[in-house]
């Protein structure tokens, strides 16, 4: 499996972006998908994550700002971003969960204050 994320860049505080990742391979549409997101000098954490039939788990108090979404169609999964802050800026991956854990590369969204 590869995953291929996009959308990522500098954006003022309070401002939104979409995040993409485009992933091949034939167990998509029954794979939990997550987004994680590392900010400078931070471990990895849990951005959000859904399963194969939409069911969504959030990190700690993003939920509200953050949104993630699927289209099992075209083997995508979305990050809306809404409301951002200067500590949300770090790099941020997507991964596929199930069957087996897999990285994506990341995109790097910048959050100026």
């Known amino acids: 499996v590869q995953l291929q994320a996009s959308g990522g860049g500098l954006v003022e505080t309070g401002g939104s972006l979409r995040l993409s990742c485009v992933a091949s391979?034939?167990?998509?549409?029954?794979?939990?998908m997550a987004w994680y997101r590392q900010a400078p000098g931070k471990q990895r954490e849990l951005v959000a994550a859904?399963?194969?039939?939409?069911?969504?788990d959030y990190g700690d108090s993003l939920k509200g700002r953050f949104t993630i979404s699927r289209d099992n169609a075209k083997n995508t999964i979305f990050l809306q971003m809404d409301n951002l802050r200067p500590e949300d800026t770090g790099v941020y991956y997507c991964?596929?969960?199930?069957?087996?854990?897999?990285w994506g590369q990341g995109t790097l969204v910048t959050v100026s204050s």
């Open positions: 991964a596929q969960r199930t069957p087996i854990f897999q």
């Open positions: 391979g034939s167990t998509f549409s029954t794979s939990i």
């Open positions: 859904i399963t194969g039939t939409g069911f969504t």
